[in-house]
C-alpha cells in the first residue's frame, strides 16, 4: 500500500515569492495535517483538514493557507516567502484517529 | 510555550546498550503519547504510542513508561543496534484536536558498534 506522499521533493524559492506543496493522503484516509519543521526542532503543527473542513490551525501568520480536496488530497500554500520559511514541511494523514502518518516531506528552501 | 519537553538533546550508547529518552508535559488534557523516529532527509515514522490508563507498553526492542501523576513518559531502546541511530521525538495530543500533535524538540541518538 502506499503511504504519504508528498511534492515536490525540494523547492527553491526567493524571497516575496509564492509557494504551493501538495500532499497525497493514505487511501482511505479523510485527515490531513500539515507541519513544519526547521532544521534541528520539532515539527510544528499548521493546519488541519478533516473531511474537507479546517479542523485546526497552528500559531501561523495568514501568508499559511490550506484546502481539502473531495479525494481527500491537499494542499499548503505560502505567501510573500521570507527566510525564516525554509524548513521541512511534513504532511501526515489518519483515518480519523490520534494515529498519524507522515509523508517524507518537501523540503523548501527560500533565498 | 514548548507544551511537551524532551531531554536529552543528544545520547551516545554503545551497542548493545540501552538509550533512555525522556519527555514531560504539563497539560492534562493530553491523552494520546506517541514517539516517533526519523532518519535524516525522511518523515518521522510512528514507533509506538500510548494512552494515560496504561503506565507501560512494549513493542519488541522498544518500551513506553509513563507516569501520569507525575507527567513523564518515556521511551527505552533495548539492546541499541547501530540501525537505530536516529532522531527521536516524543509527542502528545488530545480528544478534542485529535490531528494536532504537539512535539518534543527531539533526542539524537547515536549507537556506536
Known amino acids: 500500500d502506499a503511504g504519504v506522499t508528498q511534492s515536490p521533493t525540494h523547492l527553491i524559492k526567493t524571497r516575496g515569492q509564492q509557494v504551493t506543496l501538495r500532499c497525497s493522503p493514505i487511501?482511505?484516509?479523510?485527515?490531513v495535517s500539515w507541519y513544519q519543521q526547521v532544521l534541528g526542532q520539532g515539527p510544528q503543527f499548521i493546519f488541519q483538514?478533516?473531511?474537507?473542513?479546517?479542523?485546526g490551525r497552528g500559531n501561523f501568520p495568514d501568508r499559511f493557507s490550506a484546502r481539502q480536496f473531495p479525494n481527500y488530497s491537499s494542499e499548503l500554500n505560502v505567501n510573500a516567502l521570507l527566510l525564516g520559511d525554509s524548513a521541512l514541511y511534513l504532511c501526515?494523514?489518519?483515518?480519523?484517529?490520534?494515529?498519524?502518518?507522515f509523508g517524507p516531506g518537501t523540503r523548501l528552501t527560500v533565498l | 510555550q514548548q507544551q511537551v519537553k524532551q531531554s536529552p538533546q543528544s545520547l551516545i550508547v554503545q551497542k548493545g546498550g540501552i538509550s533512555i529518552i525522556n519527555c514531560a508535559y504539563e497539560?492534562?488534557?493530553?491523552?494520546?503519547f506517541p514517539w516517533y523516529q526519523q532518519f535524516p532527509g525522511k518523515g518521522p515514522a510512528l514507533l509506538i504510542a500510548?494512552?494515560?490508563?496504561?503506565s507501560e507498553k512494549k513493542e519488541g526492542r522498544f518500551t513506553i513508561s509513563f507516569n501520569k501523576s507525575a507527567k513523564q513518559f518515556s521511551l527505552h531502546i533495548m539492546d541499541s543496534q547501530p540501525g537505530d541511530s536516529a532522531t527521536y521525538f516524543c509527542?502528545?495530543?488530545?480528544?478534542?484536536?485529535?490531528?494536532?500533535?504537539?512535539f518534543g524538540a527531539g533526542t539524537q541518538v547515536v549507537v556506536t558498534p
Open positions: 501526515a494523514s489518519s483515518s480519523g484517529g490520534y494515529t498519524q502518518y
Open positions: 483538514y478533516y473531511e474537507k473542513e479546517e479542523r
Open positions: 497539560n492534562t488534557a493530553f491523552d494520546y
Open positions: 487511501s482511505g484516509h479523510k485527515s
Open positions: 500510548i494512552r494515560p490508563d496504561v
Open positions: 509527542a502528545a495530543s488530545k480528544t478534542d484536536s485529535w490531528g494536532k500533535l504537539q
